[in-house]
């Protein structure tokens, strides 16, 4: 009846995962208790879980980035502490499988559950405001793809209650992650959630690629793109490229585990290396998955903040191109000391280096796009300086790890750790940070709190450095990665600065938390009226923030890369059509939490071999799109009155800020600051407008 | 406005923190950084053997070339971030300004150069450091079989007949071909002061040459995650003159009891943090058996009397 499910798997052994689960438990119910007492269910079934809305997607997606952030952090920060504490003649306080579960944890969760819905939450928010759309091109599937990643992400959460989650590194590297050396249904929790997260992500790339090619508005050709728009675009292609292959191996590794078949067993013909291979076929492109759009937020950011065109926007294209496409030639690699012969190997390693020319041309762009600007320091743009200088340091590391002789030395060792996390920390998180600044009045109507952002930078930098440059120095004092302890005393030394680094960035992290409270708190003050807080030059800046349901009453033309910029310095920006027209929107539907729903019980009947539970929820999965697709009327209309009303009081907004007037003084791109300083706005800094060159 | 605000206080701070500083490095020497920060533990620059010293050497090259990258992307952020800041109004502000040929050109061809420069060093070094070329020597090169077990290292000498667990020897300036193999999940072999590591994997037999220059005491270690007693899975490597050589080996001959099929099964099984132990003989083509039971079979060895293969 309930498979493998016992009472047992409600059992632990240790107190801390108890005192998790009660935190865990305690909190869900805590909630579900408020929102009863506030009666918010209603408001949130009707506005929220229902939704197809891109931009409420978005805001989902990266709510549930930062709760997985947390999570993600606290096992890091617990890895850190153990280390620190399981030095020569000291116990530590962990068990051996525990730290095991805690180090694939951090890994699973900061790359899947933070990263991933974090860059999909940033594209949803932006990519239609960019291209001047309505709504991406399938907004169902878009819905679906969010509640099968809080579907996976739930799976997760529960192994923490109800038996254990893998101890196989994030990886899952055969034949460890296979039944016989994981006995445990650890695994299987993690091969169901990266599956169901594996097939949102799928169905996201699939989505944006089409919105990307199908959805620009007129005029905006390939070349006028925005940046964002093009390292997403870039990202789409690498998703619906590669992410089968971790489909495909992730579901033969689920065959050896329930059906007995030997695929990846390394027993009776069974291939370790082919498990290997087929996840770093996805593994190495996913890298560039999670860094790509987020050079892009850099471009964005640069941009904007230094008040000037970015330089060598074609150079950033064709290089983003080029990443992309190298990064599927790579993925070799990762295992350079399986044993293969050096013509492969060096042949690899060569290919890996290559990928540094097009990201060193684009590092340079954005220095260059810095010269001769005015660089105002505004958050994202201190995010930005920071990525730029920790980021060539990890990639000074990443060509040292390419070279196959050195690999040899350095390969599984912390070395290897501090070099993905000094290329992914500032590469990755910096960037969505400053895109969570950068968009957030975008999204919500208004600015985030600058004091606490700068805090939180601070915490994150200096937390980056004191916690991974004793990494590399431990990797070159030969210690591995995942030791759970050590005899060594001087690896002792480092680990306890290196966890005194981990509590610097939870600072950090606990600032950017009080930056959300305190910007809501005084979310009055900083209210973002023009829809364009920050001189803003692609299309989102045009609208209102938050934009209405339609974003666009009027699909814009483009003439320009920065098209809004264009229309500044035409002056024809904010402009009101004679009349407006109906606008059809698609309706909310509950049919992707019901489908989502289904895939989490799916994955846990899965896990724990409930196989007529999980069979009827294969058949309600796909009854529910069966009918769906009966549904006759799938949209609804906006009148156009209301459509007029919306506009309008966004229109008294523009005004009532000054907007109009400033714009009057913008004369060439990017002159938003001395509009500023020309319009007698309290905000002038200096009274004296100088004339650009 | 809050750069400014900041730069007040560095202003401020300057002189106490010139005085800070030129106090701290007059206060500690060299040899006070080395102890402090236990650089002379950094095994990865203090090696004892010629694959190692070609490493550190190769890596001692790369980051010299790549600082040609690093110095002036630091040194131009830094520079353009502070010279051209909103605050600084008599700055030259080019808006419009998003292209130029030439510098384009730069920008791809001084990377392309530098990479260049990198692939030939790669080319030759992974082809010098292959873990499967012999290491020239004038002494004959000793054969070394390794097998990975849940959670310790069982070498076996096939030409001195003998086998020992998480303890290695090796005279110096002698070569040694490992050949590796895992009775249970992937290991990575490795000794850091000595050079490369490579993986063992069930079923299938990756080879390894090492070779010591250096009298010493070196630590070995599983690299590859492998488990609960993974942590513990370390062994003592000594590189030792011949003479000393000979009476380790004499020493393990002397042991009580030989790896027989029965000690074989005996040993595979999981245990952590094993001591060393010797075996007198070993039971001959035991490695390939080994190798041969994963590739057929489930990796179990049979118990002697079930035994019909050999």
């Keep these: ?693 | 406005m809050s750069i400014q605000t900041s730069g007040n206080t560095i202003r401020r701070l300057r002189l106490p923190l010139i005085v800070l500083l030129t106090l701290m490095l007059a206060g500690c020497s060299a040899q006070w950084f080395v102890d402090t920060f236990y650089l002379n533990e950094l095994v990865t620059f203090f090696t004892a053997g010629p694959v190692a010293a070609y490493q550190r050497n190769v890596m001692l090259f790369t980051f010299t070339v790549m600082l040609f990258v690093l110095v002036p992307v630091v040194g131009f952020t830094l520079w353009f971030a502070w010279h051209y800041r909103a605050s600084n109004r008599h700055n030259t502000y080019t808006a419009n300004w998003y292209h130029s040929g030439l510098l384009e050109a730069f920008l791809w061809g001084g990377p392309t150069v530098i990479i260049v420069i990198l692939a030939v060093l790669t080319w030759v070094s992974t082809f010098d450091l292959d873990p499967y070329k012999p290491l020239e020597s004038e002494n004959p090169t000793i054969e070394v079989q390794a097998i990975a077990m849940d959670w310790k290292w069982l070498f076996i000498y096939p030409d001195y007949n003998i086998a020992v667990v998480n303890e290695i020897a090796l005279p110096v300036d002698t070569p040694l071909q490992i050949d590796l193999t895992s009775a249970s999940v992937m290991n990575a072999f490795m000794i850091p002061r000595l050079g490369s590591q490579i993986m063992a994997m069930s079923g299938m037999r990756t080879r390894l040459h090492l070779m010591a220059t250096e009298k010493g005491e070196y630590f070995g270690k599983n690299y590859q995650y492998s488990g609960d007693g993974f942590a513990g899975m370390n062994f003592q490597v000594h590189a030792v003159k011949p003479d000393a050589f000979d009476q380790w080996i004499e020493q393990a001959r002397a042991a009580s009891k030989p790896l027989d099929i029965a000690a074989y099964r005996e040993l595979v099984k999981p245990s952590k943090n094993v001591d060393p132990i010797y075996y007198s003989s070993v039971r001959d083509g035991l490695f390939d058996y080994v190798i041969k039971r994963f590739q057929e079979g489930d990796g179990s060895v049979p118990p002697p009397d079930r035994l019909t293969d050999r």
């Design chain 1, 1 to 693: 009846m309930f498979g493998k499910l016992t009472l047992d798997a409600f059992t632990h052994s240790s107190l801390i995962i108890v005192f998790a689960n009660v935190i865990m438990v305690g909190t869900g119910l805590l909630v579900i208790g408020l929102l009863t007492y506030f009666r918010k269910w209603g408001y949130l079934y009707r506005e929220w879980f229902t939704t197809v809305d891109h931009k409420k997607i978005g805001v989902m997606y990266i709510f549930i980035a930062l709760i997985f952030l947390l999570r993600g952090f606290i096992d890091a920060a617990m890895v850190r502490a153990q280390q620190a504490t399981a030095g020569p003649g000291m116990e530590g306080y962990l068990e051996a499988h525990h730290f095991a579960e805690l180090f694939t944890g951090h890994g699973t969760m900061m790359i899947f559950f933070m990263a991933m819905p974090f860059i999909v939450g940033l594209m949803n928010i932006a990519i239609p405001l960019q291209i001047g759309a309505r709504d991406v091109s399938y907004p169902l599937l878009n819905a679906i793809s969010l509640w099968l990643t809080a579907a996976a992400g739930a799976l997760v959460m529960i192994s923490l209650l109800i038996g254990q989650f893998s101890e196989a590194g994030w990886s899952g590297y055969t034949p460890f992650s296979g039944l016989d050396h994981s006995p445990s249904v650890g695994v299987d929790y993690w091969i169901w959630a990266l599956q169901i997260s594996g097939i949102s992500t799928t169905l996201t790339g699939v989505n944006f690629l089409v919105t990307i090619l199908k959805k620009r508005a007129p005029g905006m050709s390939f070349m006028r793109m925005p940046m964002f728009t093009w390292t997403s675009l870039c990202t789409t292609i690498l998703i619906v490229l590669s992410f089968p292959a971790l489909t495909v191996a992730l579901a033969l590794l689920a065959l050896d585990r329930s059906a007995g078949t030997h695929f990846f067993t390394g027993t009776m013909g069974g291939d370790q290396m082919m498990y290997i291979n087929m996840f770093w076929v996805w593994g190495h492109p996913e890298v560039y998955i999670l860094v790509l759009p987020v050079f892009g937020v850099f471009s964005e950011v640069v941009t904007t903040y230094c008040n000037k065109r970015l330089f060598g926007y074609k150079s950033m294209v064709w290089a983003t191109m080029a990443i992309a496409f190298l990064s599927f030639t790579v993925w070799v690699h990762h295992f350079f000391t399986m044993g293969q012969d050096p013509l492969r190997n060096a042949a690899f390693g060569i290919a890996t280096m290559v990928i540094a020319i097009p990201t060193g041309v684009k590092i340079y762009d954005w220095i260059w796009t810095m010269f001769r600007g005015r660089i105002e320091f505004k958050l994202p743009m201190l995010w930005t300086l920071g990525f730029i200088i920790t980021f060539t340091m990890g990639g000074m590391s990443g060509v040292l790890l390419a070279i196959p002789g050195a690999d040899y030395k350095m390969h599984n060792s912390l070395f290897l750790v501090a070099h993905f996390h000094n290329v992914l920390i500032p590469g990755t998180m910096f960037g969505l940070l400053a895109g969570f600044y950068y968009w957030f009045p975008k999204a919500f109507g208004f600015k985030l709190d600058e004091k606490w952002g700068r805090h939180s930078f601070f915490g994150w930098l200096v937390g980056f450095y004191v916690a991974f440059v004793p990494l590399y120095m431990l990797g070159m004092m030969g210690m591995p990665r995942r030791m759970a302890s050590y005899e060594n005393p001087v690896w002792h030394f480092w680990l306890v600065i290196a966890a005194i680094g981990a509590l610097i960035v939870a600072y950090g992290i606990f600032a950017m938390f009080m930056q959300i409270y305190v910007s809501y708190r005084d979310r009055e003050k900083n209210r973002d009226l023009s829809g364009d807080p920050w001189g803003g030059r692609t299309l989102e800046w045009s609208i209102a923030s938050p934009p209405p349901e339609y974003n666009f009453a009027i699909i814009p033309e483009v003439h320009d890369r920065d098209a809004f910029m264009y229309m500044k310095v035409h002056n024809t920006a904010y402009q009101r059509p004679e009349r407006y027209e109906d606008i059809h929107m698609p309706k909310s539907t509950p049919i992707a939490i019901v489908i989502a729903g289904l895939a989490f019980v799916f994955g846990f009947a899965y896990v724990w071999h409930i196989w007529w539970l999980a069979g009827l929820c294969l058949l309600g999965v796909i009854g529910a799109v069966i009918a769906r697709s009966f549904n006759p009327e799938p949209e609804y209309v906006i009148p156009a009155e209301e459509v007029e009303r919306t506009e309008n009081a966004f229109h008294d907004k523009v005004a009532q800020d000054g907007a109009l007037e400033r714009m009057k003084h913008i004369e060439s791109f990017g002159d938003e600051r001395s509009a500023y300083a020309a319009t007698p706005e309290p905000s002038t800094t200096g009274t004296q407008s100088e004339k650009p060159l």
